[in-house]
């Protein structure tokens, strides 16, 4: 990733994803073991950073993307996953309703997240879900990112190549200046 389009990702990360990223559902996120070597919460921003990187990619094609809908989509789509092992009776049961429940903690923390965006959680397993296909390009995006992340998580058995601290810094610095300059 270059110095501009991290920055960018950065930008879009702390512009549309700070009050998600600073809610206690997300923080906790960080408690729970993921895909044996990572936790829910370094996932979930591997995967708005992969899917914002294919964003950036496909600018560049002119073809554009929801970007604010994207990053609440991709911060959000695992966060129904937390508590498992308590609520969730097998792995194939957890695999088909966590993206229900992630929807309902998406709503919490999003209360206007149109229907759009919260089929993009929905459907975010996909292929592993066969019946629920993605129907917007950005649900596309977020299915293949999260394998992409998950793929990579497991091979390389290192949480992701993001630092969770840095890139939340990183974002609320990004947000602040915005803020101070308007
Ligand atoms: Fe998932
Ligand atoms: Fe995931």
């Not at 549309?16 to 070597?37: K, L, T």
């Not at 989509?73 to 229900?100: M, S, T, W």
């Not at 997240?113 to 929905?122: L, S, V």
Request: hydrophobic content about 40%.
């Amino acid at each position: 990733m270059g110095v501009a389009a991290a920055g960018n990702i950065m930008n879009v990360l702390g512009m549309y994803g700070m009050n998600i990223m600073n809610s206690d559902e997300f923080r906790n996120a960080f408690q729970q073991v993921h895909h044996n070597v990572t936790t829910v919460g370094d996932h979930s921003l591997n995967v708005a950073v992969s899917a914002l990187c294919i964003c950036a990619f496909l600018s560049k094609l002119h073809i554009n993307t929801k970007q604010k809908e994207l990053t609440q989509a991709a911060l959000c789509h695992d966060l129904g996953i937390l508590g498992r092992y308590e609520k969730f009776e097998n792995n194939r049961v957890c695999c088909r309703q966590h993206p229900v429940d992630s929807v309902d903690v998406a709503k919490k923390l999003v209360p206007d997240m149109d229907e759009r965006t919260q089929k993009m959680i929905r459907t975010h397993m996909w292929p592993a879900t066969p019946l629920n296909i993605p129907t917007s390009r950005e649900g596309l995006i977020i299915s293949l990112a999260d394998k992409y992340c998950a793929i990579r998580e497991v091979t390389t058995r290192r949480p992701g190549g993001y630092h969770a601290e840095h890139i939340m810094m990183r974002a609320e610095r990004v947000k602040a200046s915005a803020a101070a300059n308007l």
